[in-house]
T-cell receptor
């Protein structure tokens, strides 16, 4: 149990376009989901915490107008990278809380050309 | 949340036990110790967590010292597929955020 999926697993886009990444908890409901970003050879950095039905809480330094998060249901959260630029290229990973434990998705690799 | 300290890298022979240490000397009474691992280019995988008692599941054992200032994750019979970065994270009970440090790169050698 506690399976989290992400779609797509990888995406290549042109600079200036927007990209949407989906995160789903497949076998449990998650009131809280999280979005992380990981650059090469670095650790995971929390970007934002999203709670179902309310606005996301962003970490310091993360632009909320650039990284739009929607948590419309107990099993789905989406991250939209708006007007993506090459510096947004990274590995984006979501997680969902079940009880006290967070379970992570497989990640989405974004390459902005 | 308390800060953790882990060695940057460790090696282990296939089939032997891998013992990964973690120091968390500033841990509070209501903080849990969590272990995750991240295999290359994948999302982190939950392994185990504990408060003060030793814990065991199908993946690993977690040994927490009596003063709770350090812990050890034990993989009893390491395989090549256990090669990964292992993260020790301390998190307050009821808290939501996980703060990832640099972790320990475990390499299991044939």
């Amino acid at each position: 149990g506690a399976v989290v999926s992400q779609h797509p697993s990888w995406v290549i886009c042109k600079s200036g376009t927007s990209v949407k990444i989906e995160c789903r908890s497949l076998d449990f409901q998650a009131t809280t989901m999280f979005w992380y970003r990981q650059f090469p050879k670095q650790s995971l950095m929390l970007m934002a915490t999203s709670n179902e039905g309310s606005k996301a809480t962003y970490e310091q330094g993360v632009e909320k107008d650039k990284f739009l998060i929607n948590h419309a249901s107990l099993t789905l959260s989406t991250l939209t990278v708006t007007s993506a630029h090459p510096e947004d290229s990274s590995f984006y990973i979501c997680s969902a809380s079940r009880g006290e434990t967070q379970y992570f998705g497989p990640g989405t690799r974004l390459l902005v050309l | 949340d308390a800060k953790t300290t882990q060695p940057p890298s460790m090696d282990c022979a296939e089939g032997r036990a891998a013992n990964l240490p973690c120091n968390h000397s500033t841990i509070s009474g209501n903080e849990y110790v969590y272990w995750y691992r991240q295999i290359h280019s994948q999302g982190p995988q939950y392994i185990i967590h504990g408060l003060k008692n030793n814990e065991t599941n199908e993946m690993a054992s977690l040994i927490i010292t009596e003063d709770r200032k350090s812990s050890t994750l034990i993989l009893p019979h390491a395989t090549l597929r256990d090669t990964a970065v292992y993260y020790c994270i301390v998190r307050v009970e009821g808290g939501s955020r996980l703060t990832f440090g640099e972790g320990t790169q475990l390499t299991v050698n044939p």
